[in-house]
């Protein structure tokens, strides 16, 4: 069942490590939504593959994306000509700044992570930390946030509702 949006979105990217684990981090405004996948290597295209697939789910939820804000330092300014294929506008923060919301999300999904792991008799392999960052992703996309209105909390339960019947 596709979702119609109300408004225009726009997207936030980033990297996060974890462990020396590489994951990309999408945050999905104003919907509020946090997308996360693991990243094989840093490679150009290995990178795009991911954020098209990204691109793609929210397409199929009806979801138009039109601006992507990312942070330099990240690598992910070496994809403007393919965002601009798509259109998409991609914006960059400031040289030495960081892209604050999705940073934030970033830290929210590590310290979950972290307080998960220490509950843990056992070290996490890397497969089950991966698992581990995907559904801690999920969880947090499932909690109503105090700036989302009427709208947003439908149209986000209706994604983690879907996503998690798949799974």
Same mark, same amino acid.
């Given at each position: 069942?596709?979702?119609?949006? /109300?408004?225009?979105?726009?997207?936030?990217?980033?990297?996060?490590?974890?462990?020396?684990?590489?994951?990309? *981090?999408? +945050?999905?405004?104003?919907?509020?939504?946090?997308?996360? %996948?693991?990243?094989?290597?840093?490679?150009?295209? /290995?990178?795009?593959?991911?954020?098209?697939?990204?691109?793609?789910?929210?397409?199929?939820?009806?979801?138009?994306?039109?601006?992507?804000? *990312?942070?330099?330092?990240?690598?992910?300014?070496?994809?403007?000509?393919?965002?601009?294929?798509?259109?998409?506008?991609?914006?960059? *923060?400031?040289?030495?700044?960081? #892209?604050?919301?999705?940073?934030?999300?970033?830290?929210?999904?590590?310290?979950?992570?972290?307080?998960?792991?220490?509950?843990?008799?056992?070290?996490?392999?890397?497969?089950? +930390?991966? %698992?581990?960052?995907?559904? #801690?992703?999920?969880?947090?996309?499932?909690?109503? %946030? %105090?700036?989302?209105?009427?709208?947003?909390?439908?149209?986000?339960?209706?994604? *983690?509702?879907?996503?998690?019947?798949?799974?």
């Amino acid at each position: 069942m596709p979702i119609v949006a /109300h408004e225009q979105q726009h997207i936030s990217l980033d990297i996060m490590h974890v462990r020396e684990m590489p994951f990309l *981090v999408t +945050l999905v405004t104003p919907l509020n939504l946090i997308l996360s %996948s693991k990243l094989d290597n840093r490679k150009t295209s /290995h990178i795009w593959r991911k954020i098209s697939s990204q691109l793609a789910n929210l397409k199929k939820k009806g979801i138009r994306v039109t601006e992507t804000t *990312v942070d330099p330092k990240s690598g992910l300014t070496r994809l403007d000509n393919l965002f601009g294929d798509v259109g998409i506008k991609l914006k960059h *923060v400031a040289v030495n700044q960081h #892209v604050v919301a999705v940073e934030r999300r970033i830290r929210m999904i590590k310290e979950r992570s972290r307080g998960i792991i220490s509950t843990l008799p056992y070290r996490l392999c890397k497969k089950l +930390l991966e %698992s581990l960052i995907c559904r #801690v992703t999920r969880r947090i996309n499932m909690e109503p %946030s %105090s700036v989302m209105t009427d709208m947003d909390r439908r149209h986000g339960s209706l994604i *983690v509702e879907e996503r998690l019947t798949i799974r």
